[in-house]
C-alpha cells in the first residue's frame, strides 16, 4: 500500500472549518483513500472514503485532487469534540484489508 | 455504522498469568477480523489477521505462541496473551469487517487497556 504523509499537528477554532491535508504521491490507480480518527483511548472511528471522486457524508468531505496524489478532509464546523488524531490511509481494492496506520494529524480544536 | 464491541475495557493483571480479550460484531458478520497493538503516543501496529474457522496470519516480529487468536464464529474472536509480563502492557484494539465487500470500511473496537503488574 502507498505510504501517506500528514502534518504532526493543526489548530482550529471552534466552528471553523478544519482542513486537514495528506499526501499520498505514490498512490496506484487501484487504491482508495481512507480516513480514520481516534479520540484519547478510544479505539479508531472510521471518517469516511473516496477512489477519485469528491465524497461528503454527515462527519465531513473528502477532497482528491484530479491527479490523486494528494487529498484533504474538510470538517466543515470542527467542535471540541472533534479533537482527535487523525489518520490518512490508501489501501489496495481486493487486498485482505489490512489498514497501515502512520502517525497522523492531531488536531486540536480551540474554543 | 456497524458495532464492534470489546470486552473488557481494561484489565490489570500478574506477571505470567494470562488474559482473554474478546472481540465481538454485533450487528453484522466478520468475516475477517484485525488486532492491533498501540503503545502510548505511537500509532496502531497490526498484530495479526484472522478469518472465521481458520488459523490467523501474523505480522512479522509478533510471537503467535505468546499472543493466541481464535475466530470460531462469523461473530466473534479472541485474543489471549499467554504468560502476560510488563512489557505486554499495551493497548489492543480490534477491527471487523463485513462479508467481502472490497471497498467497505473497517469498524473498530473501542479498545482494551492491559496493564501487567
Known amino acids: 500500500d502507498a505510504k501517506t504523509t500528514q502534518p504532526p499537528s493543526m489548530d482550529c477554532a471552534e466552528g471553523r472549518a478544519a482542513n486537514l491535508p495528506c499526501n499520498h504521491s505514490?498512490?496506484?490507480?487501484?487504491?482508495?483513500v481512507y480516513w480514520y480518527r481516534q479520540i484519547h483511548s478510544q479505539g479508531p472511528q472510521y471518517i469516511i472514503h473516496?477512489?477519485?471522486n469528491n465524497e461528503t457524508n454527515e462527519m465531513a468531505s473528502l477532497i482528491i485532487t484530479e491527479d490523486r496524489k494528494s487529498s484533504t478532509l474538510i470538517l466543515p464546523h470542527a467542535t471540541l469534540r472533534d479533537t482527535a488524531v487523525y489518520y490518512c490511509?490508501?489501501?489496495?481494492?481486493?487486498?485482505?484489508?489490512?489498514?497501515?496506520f502512520g502517525k497522523g494529524t492531531l488536531l486540536t480544536v480551540n474554543p | 455504522g456497524a458495532v464492534v464491541s470489546q470486552h473488557p475495557s481494561w484489565v490489570i493483571c500478574k506477571s505470567g498469568t494470562s488474559v482473554k480479550i474478546e472481540c465481538r460484531s454485533l450487528d453484522f458478520q466478520a468475516t475477517t477480523m484485525f488486532w492491533y497493538r498501540q503503545f502510548p503516543k505511537q500509532s496502531l501496529m497490526l498484530m495479526a489477521t484472522?478469518?472465521?474457522?481458520?488459523?490467523?496470519?501474523?505480522e512479522q516480529g509478533v510471537e503467535k505462541d505468546k499472543f493466541l487468536i481464535n475466530h470460531a464464529s462469523l461473530t466473534l474472536s479472541t485474543l489471549t496473551v499467554t504468560s502476560a509480563h510488563p512489557e505486554d502492557s499495551s493497548f489492543y484494539i480490534c477491527s471487523a469487517r463485513e462479508g467481502e465487500k472490497m471497498s467497505t470500511e473497517a469498524f473498530f473496537g473501542q479498545g482494551t487497556r492491559l496493564t501487567v503488574v
Open positions: 484472522s478469518n472465521e474457522g481458520s488459523k490467523a496470519t501474523y
Open positions: 490511509i490508501v489501501r489496495v481494492v481486493g487486498s485482505n484489508y489490512k489498514l497501515t
Open positions: 505514490t498512490i496506484s490507480g487501484n487504491e482508495y
Open positions: 473516496g477512489l477519485k
